[in-house]
């Protein structure tokens, strides 16, 4: 089975653009949580959807936003690109969202994305 | 605020050493732990998780440890190869059904 798939692989974008992630789950999964990682930190928590549905927000500005579909696939938008935006973000699946005690999130290779 | 500490920030070893990675954290309000393996430049490949009414798991020459009591867990590996060399991140499940990451171990096992 194919895991966690994530595109494009790697984006440079400049000041002030907008950029858009894409993430398929696992087949069967119909969580997704999206997660940006800065050089040398461990990853910071943005979003999670579960059937659809924002159930987590992490403490991220508005320009931030995600969607999840009916074949639980994800996106995730960022407006207004800030240098500081540059980092890998990842998307995690798992089969549930919240907090459930054996609830495993695999993640995907992640999009690298680079503000010049 | 759920804060996750992880220690030492790196780590080199021989081959054949066994190793002993440090996590703790300041919430014991916890419904699972996860370890993670990064390779540089890649995304976490998912190598034990232990509920919260767990103790320990175990996976080959991997054995982590929960004590919530203590806010600790540690992540044993045995008889070392330079394969094992990648960062190790622990995270702690939180209110949101997210993760809560350390900074991760960077480990570096020398043939």
């Known amino acids: 089975d194919a895991g966690v798939t994530q595109s494009p692989t790697h984006l440079i974008k400049t000041r002030g653009q907008q950029v858009t992630l894409r993430c398929s789950p696992i087949?069967?999964?119909?969580?997704v949580s999206w997660y940006q990682q800065v050089l040398g930190q461990g990853p910071q928590f943005i979003f999670q959807?579960?059937?659809?549905?924002?159930?987590g927000r992490g403490n991220f500005p508005d320009r931030f936003s995600a969607r999840q579909f009916p074949n639980y696939s994800s996106e995730l938008n960022v407006n207004a690109l800030l240098l500081g935006d540059s980092a890998l973000y990842l998307c995690a699946s798992s089969l549930s969202g919240g907090t459930l005690a054996k609830n495993i999130q695999y993640f995907g290779a992640g999009t690298r994305l680079s503000v010049l | 605020k759920q804060e996750v500490t992880q220690i030492p920030a790196a780590l080199s070893v021989p081959e054949g050493e066994n190793l002993v990675l440090n996590c703790s954290f300041t919430?014991?309000?916890?419904?699972?732990l996860q370890w993670f393996r990064q390779d540089p430049g890649k995304g976490l490949t998912s190598l034990l998780l232990?509920?919260?009414?767990?103790r320990e798991q175990t996976s080959g020459r991997l054995n982590a440890s929960l004590d919530k009591s203590s806010g600790r867990s540690t992540l044993y590996i045995a008889a070392s190869q330079p394969g094992d060399s990648a960062t190790y991140l622990c995270a702690v499940g939180g209110s949101q059904g997210n993760l809560i990451f350390g900074k991760g171990t960077k480990l570096s096992v020398k043939p």
């Open positions: 232990i509920q919260s009414s767990q």
């Open positions: 959807y579960y059937e659809k549905e924002e159930r």
């Open positions: 919430d014991s309000a916890i419904y699972n």
């Open positions: 087949s069967g999964h119909k969580s």
